[in-house]
């Protein structure tokens, strides 16, 4: 059984609030921040929301929904960090541009047909992929990235707060 249309909706509105306040009133020296050189700082993080929202899962779940033939265009996130060159781009540009492509999303969102969630296209690799794959896992991403600037913001503070952080509990 899938998860309603509007349980989406509710939780991309809730997760918005989370990342305006993740992401809020950081200066150069913290949110370029990152633990070493293979983990993001949260301007990467944020570049990476950017991206993601507008050329990865609105775009396909527009292709899903509205039934395009073919292929959605291609994607490499992984790529882009440095093709985009994510830690030279203007933090706040960026929370700005974020803000305004969640907000095209939850737009989008509302113009949906619960019933052309079943609509689907065949990747190569992963088979059928229909509308509650993608929302499914766009909510995931929007966790997954929850998780990783908290636990960022977390690090930060254990390394240049001046105290041990043994009192506030195990992060596990």
Not at 17 to 40: A, E, H, M, R
Not at 138 to 162: E, F, M, N, P, V
Not at 166 to 171: L, N, P, R, V
Request: proline content about 4%; some cysteine; glycine content about 6%.
């Amino acid at each position: 059984m899938n998860l309603p249309l509007e349980y989406f909706i509710a939780r991309f509105e809730e997760n918005f609030t989370v990342f305006k306040g993740i992401f809020n009133d950081l200066n150069p020296g913290l949110y370029n921040w990152k633990q070493s050189d293979d983990k993001w700082s949260l301007l990467e993080i944020i570049c990476h929301l950017v991206d993601e929202e507008r050329e990865d899962f609105r775009r396909r779940l527009q292709f899903v929904v509205n039934n395009e033939a073919g292929q959605p265009p291609g994607i490499n996130p992984v790529q882009w960090v440095i093709e985009r060159s994510y830690s030279t781009q203007d933090y706040e540009s960026k929370i700005k541009e974020f803000i305004n492509e969640r907000q095209a999303s939850l737009e989008f969102l509302e113009t949906i047909d619960p019933a052309t969630l079943d609509n689907f296209y065949e990747h190569p690799s992963l088979g059928k992929l229909n509308g509650h794959h993608f929302l499914n896992n766009w909510l995931a991403h929007d966790y997954l990235h929850i998780k990783q600037a908290t636990r960022l913001k977390y690090d930060l503070l254990s390394a240049r707060g001046g105290v041990h952080l043994a009192y506030a509990g195990s992060w596990k």
